[in-house]
Structure formats: structure tokens, C-alpha cells
């Protein structure tokens, strides 16, 4: 049987290595605005959510949810949601697509990728897309600020300085979020995620989470 955690390199240098900053308390508090901004967040969106459904099902054939495996904190695996935006059995023609990765490291993104659909490429630019994770977050799963949660596949490659990225609970929303997206190269993501884990705190996250909403509506970097 498959294991559903992914073991973490124990072997990073001590001088590279990065700890979780906040305290228990603190991570209740965090877990509680989680729970209320998201709850809050699903109620007022019901009618743009069920827009955006009817637009995905009327514009190409699949389901409206895509659903995939990602690692949050500690390597864990969990089932990842998003708004569907490429059309359907669109995971199995990546291999084909390789050699036009425009990414570094183990990521895998390309400007104009042939597999995602009209809406799709409108839900992408304005990150729409990404709406379904509140339920992510209302799980437990996800947090509404933190690392970006990557494919078993990615974190496969990580060395183990990388790996540090899962130590705290993945997010909506990151540093990596408001700097630019697609538009940074891996290495630099991955300095703003341990910047971030280096630096946590419930202010932090307040002000990541007013500087997203600009972010998103410029639609910088955003593939």
C-alpha cells in the first residue's frame, strides 16, 4: 500500500535550517480566522461559484471540479481542489508537453499552454480558479496564507533545503503570490517560502492577504 506521507529529508545543515515560528496559541488563532474568513468567503461567492460552474460545464466536456494530489505540511498527502480550466485528460499529455516547459526547477508551466480551455484561461488570469481551496482550508488541509502546495512529483526532486517548505501548512496566498508568480523563478519561490516561515506571524499573514488583492486583480504572472 502506498504510503500517504512523503518522508522528509532529515539531513539539512543546521545553518540552513528553518523553524516554524509560531506558538500554539498563535496557531489556534490562525486556525480560527481559517475557519471563519473561509466559511465567510463560500457564503458571499455561492453566486459567482455557481457562474463559474455553469461557464466550465457549457464551455468544454469534464467535470467542474479537478481534483488532484498534492503534499502539504509534513509531506502528508491530501486531494487538492480547483476549478476545472483544461479540458479533460489534460494531466496525461504533459509528458508530451515537457519539452516546452518554460519553468525552472521541478515545476512545470508554459505562457500559453494548448490544454487549457476559453474560461479556463479567464479563471487562471484572474485566479478564480483557485476559489474551490477555501474548502481545502475549511479541512484543515490548507491555510489561507502559507506555501503553495506542490505534485508528489515536485517535492521528489527537492533537496532537502527545499523540503523545508512543507514544514508549515500550505496556502491560498504566499509571498510568492504577491511578488510577481510565474513571472519568478523556482529558487526565488522557494527563499520567499522559508522567508515566510522564517518570519510567521498572524500580522504577516494580514498584510499578505491585503496585498493579494491587488496582486489578483492586475493578474500578474498568473498562467
Known sequence: MQSKTLMLDQSTDEKT?????????????????????????????????LLIAIAIKLDSKGPVIYKQTRIGKDGRKFTF????SMYEGADKMRQQLEHLNEASGPIFKIKNDPRITRVGRFIRKTSLDELPQFFNVLKGEMSIVGPRPPLPCEVE?????????????????CLWQISGRSNIGFDRWVELDLEY???????????????????????????
Open 17 to 49: 535550517q528553518v523553524k516554524p515560528r509560531l506558538t500554539r496559541p498563535q496557531r489556534i488563532i490562525k486556525r480560527c480566522i481559517d475557519v471563519v474568513f473561509s466559511s465567510i468567503a463560500l457564503i458571499l461567492l455561492a453566486p459567482l461559484l
Open 157 to 173: 526532486k527537492y533537496t532537502p533545503y527545499q523540503r523545508q517548505r512543507l514544514s508549515v501548512v500550505p496556502g491560498l496566498t
Open 197 to 223: 516561515i522564517r518570519k510567521q506571524s498572524l500580522w504577516l499573514d494580514f498584510v499578505i492577504i491585503l496585498k493579494t488583492i491587488p496582486a489578483v486583480l492586475k493578474g500578474t504572472g498568473a498562467h
Open 81 to 84: 481542489y480547483k476549478f476545472r
